[in-house]
């Protein structure tokens, strides 16, 4: 069982930056391919970004490529979503997940969830 726990949310104008944080309990954790998903309100929580156990390899959704890095510590058991260019459309609710070390981190499937951290983006 890893436990995830976020922070680096807040408000920000459009246009601004974010650095969004995940720390994990598990002392394995750079066994564990992870994850950042959001969840806008009335909408169904969607795919940002994913990272494998390295950190060598990244995917993400095409509404924030090129805008969003997803990167991780594996010293410091912490994975990071950094937000450049913020516009309305992307507030919501980051989640952080984690997969079970026997899938591939291209499959986009996670086992374990934090509680998630709100990001608001004004116009």
């Known amino acids: 069982q890893v436990a995830l726990v976020e922070s680096g949310g807040g408000l920000v104008q459009a246009g601004g930056s974010l650095r969004l944080s995940c720390s994990a309990s598990e002392r394995t954790f750079s066994s564990y391919p992870m994850g950042w998903s959001r969840q806008a309100p009335g909408k169904e929580r969607e795919f940002v970004a994913a990272?494998?156990?390295?950190?060598?390899?990244?995917n993400y959704a095409d509404s924030v490529k090129g805008r969003f890095t997803i990167s991780r510590d594996n010293a410091k058991n912490t994975v990071y979503l950094q937000m450049n260019s913020l516009k309305p459309e992307d507030t919501a609710v980051y989640y952080c997940?984690?997969?079970?070390?026997?899938?591939?981190?291209?499959?986009?499937?996670?086992?374990?969830w934090g509680q998630g951290t709100q990001v608001t983006v004004s116009s």
């Open positions: 990272i494998n156990r390295s950190g060598d390899r990244t």
């Open positions: 997940a984690a997969a079970n070390p026997r899938r591939s981190w291209q499959a986009y499937a996670y086992d374990y």
